[in-house]
């Protein structure tokens, strides 16, 4: 740009050229010719737009609007509007890109569009976490009771399939005593211990019998049926279905008793099948003595 061109205040407040005249006196600078060095302002911001994709340094910016509004100032113009080549009055910092443009408002129907859009993205996103928590509750359900159902099996696995008919001390076995067949076996322990059903079975009887005072019958699945005798309390009832180790009544000294003691007998094929030795059976069961 023309230095001469370029407006400076004096000590006075009067703007003057920067230029000489013939005499090296300061001279004016006509209003027509600011009006020229505006364009060219303007017109060298536009190229620098053009160059920086719109965004000028700031310092450069600021040093223009400088020039500018000093010139503009002193002609006796408006300082933020210059009036472009075309004669369209424009803002400074309009031309150097420094105002947004304005963005239309929303009406009231798009407003109300979005919002219908995010509540029902909303609706299909809480009914995709619904049902992915219900596959994953049904697939903890069927988790669960397969493991259920392994602990059972294990836990059937492991059970004995015959027990002992009580904790005591053998004190009579299987044959004649006495003059007379002595059916069974017989157990002493303390008053009131645990007596077990020795093996799975149906409950046939229980309640008085003959010579035992108190009696429990139990058939198992082989046909055969064992029997107690002499308890002091039964525990459980007829057509009740009982595994091996249940507890079915507690030892006493019922019936014709020398002392507490468990009687117990083994009918081979069913209640009135022939009464034969325990301890072989037992034995052939699993169950030592």
């Known amino acids: 740009m023309d230095p001469q061109h370029l407006d400076r205040l004096d000590d006075e407040g009067t703007v003057r050229p920067t ?4 005499e090296g006196g300061s001279v004016a600078t006509p209003p027509s ?17 053009r160059r920086h994709g719109g965004r000028p340094a700031l310092f ?30 424009v803002s400074v910092a309009e031309e150097l890109g420094m105002i947004a443009d304005e963005q239309p408002a929303l009406t009231g129907e798009e407003a109300a569009a979005r919002l219908q859009e995010m509540a029902a993205t909303r609706a299909q996103r809480e009914d995709a976490e619904a049902a992915a928590a219900q596959v994953q509750a049904d697939a903890d359900r069927v988790a669960a009771e397969a493991a259920a159902a392994a602990a059972a099996a294990a836990a059937e696995a492991a059970r004995p399939q015959a027990v002992l008919p009580v904790q005591g001390r053998l004190t009579s076995q299987f044959g004649s005593r006495w003059g007379t067949l002595h059916a069974g076996i017989d157990f002493a322990a303390p008053l009131g211990t645990p007596e077990y059903a020795v093996m799975d079975g149906v409950v046939l009887r229980a309640g008085a019998a003959s010579g035992f005072g108190l009696a429990v019958y139990i058939q198992h699945a082989d046909g055969d049926v064992s029997v107690y005798g002499h308890m002091q309390e039964i525990l459980v009832q007829e057509g009740q279905t009982v595994r091996a180790g249940d507890t079915i009544a507690l030892l006493g000294n019922e019936g014709q008793s020398t002392g507490p003691h468990l009687h117990f007998e083994v009918h081979d094929g069913g209640l009135d099948g022939p009464r034969i030795d325990p301890l072989p059976w037992l034995r052939e069961r699993g169950v030592a003595i």
Do not use: F
Not at 62 to 89: D, H, K, N, Q, Y
């Open 60 to 89: 450069v910016a600021a040093a223009i609007i400088g020039v500018a509004g000093l010139g503009l100032t002193a002609a006796g113009a408006p300082s933020p509007v210059a009036r472009a080549a075309g004669g369209e009055s």
């Open 19 to 22: 230029g000489t005249g013939t």
């Open 33 to 49: 010719d600011r009006t020229e060095v505006l364009a060219r302002v303007l017109s060298s911001c536009r190229a620098v737009r």
